[in-house]
Each structure stands twice: as C-alpha cells, then as structure tokens.
C-alpha cells in the first residue's frame, strides 16, 4: 500500500498562489508516477496535471497550463503543485494519485493509489 497525505489547500484570493504537497510512504516513491486531480462540486474528477516517476515528463490541462507547474522531490517522497494567477474556476477539492512505473495518464480510474484530497477555495 502506499499513503498518500496532501496539504497546502486553503482560501485565496483570484490571482494569487498556493503550493499543495503530497507526502508519499509505503512504497518506493521513486517508481510511481504521480497526479493531481480536482473535484468541484457536482463535477466529475478531472485531470490537472501529472509527472513521470523519473520526472523526465509532465503533462497539463489545458485549462491550467501556464499556471500550474508539477514538480517532485524523490529524496521528500513528495509531488508539488505550484499555483499561481489563481482563478474562481479553480475552486476544488485537489487530489493526488500514484500509478507504477507509467507513462503519463490522464484517466484517473488508471491511478491505483489516492489521497483524501485538499479544499482549494478561490475567491473573486
């Protein structure tokens, strides 16, 4: 099993920033790909980003691309998402996930592992 535990969500303002983090234990974080979803409210889950295990590769949504940056730091089993130039649209409850050794999957029903999720809560 792996656990996955994000934070870093919270209140603010359109236009601003936040970083979320995803602390990863139980397996070797190294060999997983990892991804963050989004969940708003009566919305289906939706992709927003995602980095290789090697992090050699990443991939966006559209809607968050030159805004979103996707990083992970292998030695702090952790994944980031930095957000800025935030935007009311982006309110969610942001998810990461982990598959094994993958190319990057935008299909989250292809995740194995998830965590239980951040509230991202922009304001207008």
């Known amino acids: 099993q792996m656990q996955l535990v994000e934070s870093g969500g919270g209140l603010v303002q359109a236009g601003g920033s936040l970083r979320l983090s995803c602390a990863a234990s139980?397996?070797?974080?190294?060999?997983?790909?990892m991804g963050w979803f989004r969940q708003a409210p009566g919305k289906e889950r939706e992709f927003v980003a995602a980095?290789?295990?090697?992090?050699?590769?990443?991939s966006y949504a559209d809607s968050v691309k030159g805004r979103f940056t996707i990083s992970r730091d292998n030695a702090k089993n952790t994944v980031y998402l930095q957000m800025n130039s935030l935007k009311p649209e982006d309110t969610a409850v942001y998810y990461c996930?982990?598959?094994?050794?993958?190319?990057?999957?935008?299909?989250?029903?292809?995740?194995?592992?998830w965590g239980q999720g951040t509230q991202v809560t922009v304001s207008s």
């Open positions: 139980g397996r070797t974080f190294s060999t997983y790909t």
């Open positions: 980095i290789t295990w090697s992090g050699g590769s990443t």
């Open positions: 996930a982990a598959v094994y050794r993958s190319l990057i999957l935008v299909n989250p029903d292809r995740y194995r592992y």
